[in-house]
């Protein structure tokens, strides 16, 4: 079996002794050529080893992970984040697709890491792209990435309508008539989504961007966005979405 060859970029020997341990014993497909302990370090290794994977500390002295990635002008190599726990860190990467470990890091996430890595060597636009959506985000998520046919979509956030539950899928609905089926579950685009007050619940079905609102009638009890797509709200919804539209 051709092994995935890998090097781990972490300013902290313990976490790259022990990140070697937990690959060695539980992901055999991978093979660890190489690590370094900063971003200097780094570069050197990875055209020196040309590895297929990498595994990426974030916070590092004097440079951090992302500032590695500008050190290369074409990412042909597969990432994985490794990151302290950060709401808005783990947020970020969801929306952009990329995968990431947490510290101390799970075995079985570790595991379902490297899975999708491996499925995913080789497709270099996945990297770039993603990486793209991920650098945009991260003083507050702009865009987002979606499973699309063979590839990734990207969409701007405030282009998002509404977005719709159908079983374990989530339709996304955009203000340039397009819509996207994702294998989410509205729950999912809730706490990605509904926490700035910027989209809301407005049914169990339903969530909607208050921007993209342009009308309400409680008689009706529904709401008309700006494209005329009417959504209705139910009860247990209706006063949290009344007290951020009349706000």
């Not at 984040?81 to 950060?86: G, H, L, R």
Request: charge should be neutral.
């Amino acid at each position: 079996m051709t092994k995935i060859q890998a090097v781990i970029v972490d300013d902290e020997l313990n976490a790259r002794e022990n990140l070697k341990y937990l690959l060695n014993a539980f992901c055999k497909e991978v093979e660890v050529v190489s690590e370094a302990s900063n971003v200097d370090e780094a570069v050197i290794e990875i055209k020196k080893n040309k590895p297929q994977l990498v595994f990426l500390d974030i916070e590092m002295p004097r440079k951090n992970g992302f500032q590695l990635l500008e050190e290369f002008e074409n990412i042909n190599f597969q990432i994985i984040f490794i990151t302290a726990y950060d709401v808005y860190a783990i947020k970020a990467f969801e929306v952009a697709a990329i995968d990431y470990l947490l510290k101390p890091i799970d075995i079985e996430r570790l595991k379902e890491s490297v899975k999708k890595a491996k499925s995913t060597i080789g497709n270099l636009g996945f990297s770039n792209t993603n990486l793209e959506v991920l650098k945009s985000n991260k003083k507050k998520l702009q865009r987002i990435a979606i499973p699309y046919k063979t590839d990734y979509a990207i969409i701007n956030i405030d282009d998002i309508l509404c977005i719709e539950a159908d079983r374990m899928y989530s339709i996304i609905y955009t203000s340039n008539q397009k819509k996207y089926v994702v294998a989410k579950k509205l729950s999912y685009y809730q706490k990605l989504l509904c926490v700035d007050n910027e989209f809301t619940r407005v049914h169990r079905s339903w969530i909607v961007n208050l921007d993209q609102v342009d009308m309400y009638s409680k008689k009706e009890k529904e709401v008309k966005l700006k494209t005329d797509f009417k959504i209705p709200i139910s009860k247990s919804y209706k006063e949290h979405f009344e007290e951020l539209f009349c706000s």
